[in-house]
């Protein structure tokens, strides 16, 4: 099973994509996070990272492909979150996946309103030890900038600034967008309207997937 989910920044990919992996047993690989991981760890690899993504900016396609190669083979199947972003990767994780004979099942496109993905990203925080995310809007840490979780320091991402939410827009519209076209050459691409609360959301992923995929229990 493998199945690419898509969307703007913003959408709930990374939200969505958890709970999906918790129901269906799926490895969730997340670029977002795995590149965090590297960034904290301080290797070479998150330096590089670091800098793109403090700009908003993709990290080059050679690094991304290269880490996520080491995970697609894996035997409960993989929910991709965050990848493909660009057409180049899209033909490369192809590609990777004619050698394990198994490709890509459903790509999933979860679409948002632009206002409403500019008013969710300014309105995310996330904390900097165990990564759990905080709308300070709707679902905010019980005290101001502490994790209720752990007790690490919440704050919105660099990448998640006013300035950065605009220019991320714009490279996803500008680069991964097309991805879309390149999947629906392909195959169908299936559009999920990713609004109302993530109960709501979470139902019709869920049924879009036991639709495509009858083997999968995914209540």
Not at 16 to 21: E, V
Not at 63 to 86: K, S
Not at 97 to 114: F, G, N, Y
Request: net charge negative; aromatic share 4%; proline share 6%.
């Amino acid at each position: 099973m493998r199945i690419v989910l898509m969307g703007p920044p913003g959408a709930g990919k990374g939200t969505q994509a958890r709970r999906l992996s918790e129901s269906t047993g799926m490895k969730h690989l997340s670029t977002g996070d795995m590149l965090r991981a590297e960034v904290a760890s301080g290797s070479e690899l998150g330096l590089l990272a670091k800098e793109f993504m403090d700009r908003g900016d993709l990290v080059p396609d050679s690094n991304i492909i290269a880490m996520i190669q080491q995970h697609i083979d894996h035997p409960a199947g993989i929910l991709l979150d965050g990848f493909p972003r660009t057409v180049v990767q899209a033909k490369a994780l192809d590609e990777a996946l004619e050698q394990t004979t198994t490709p890509v099942d459903q790509v999933i496109h979860m679409s948002v309103d632009i206002d409403e993905l500019v008013k969710r990203l300014s309105n995310r925080a996330l904390c900097g030890d165990c990564q759990t995310p905080y709308s300070l809007e709707s679902d905010p840490p019980s005290q101001p900038g502490i994790c209720d979780n752990c007790g690490g320091s919440v704050a919105v991402r660099v990448d998640d600034r006013p300035e950065a939410v605009t220019h991320r827009m714009k490279v996803y519209q500008d680069l991964t967008a097309p991805v879309l076209d390149y999947y629906k050459s392909h195959g169908d691409v299936v559009e999920i309207v990713a609004t109302g609360s993530p109960d709501e959301v979470f139902e019709k992923l869920s049924q879009t997937i036991k639709s495509g995929m009858p083997g999968v229990n995914a209540n």
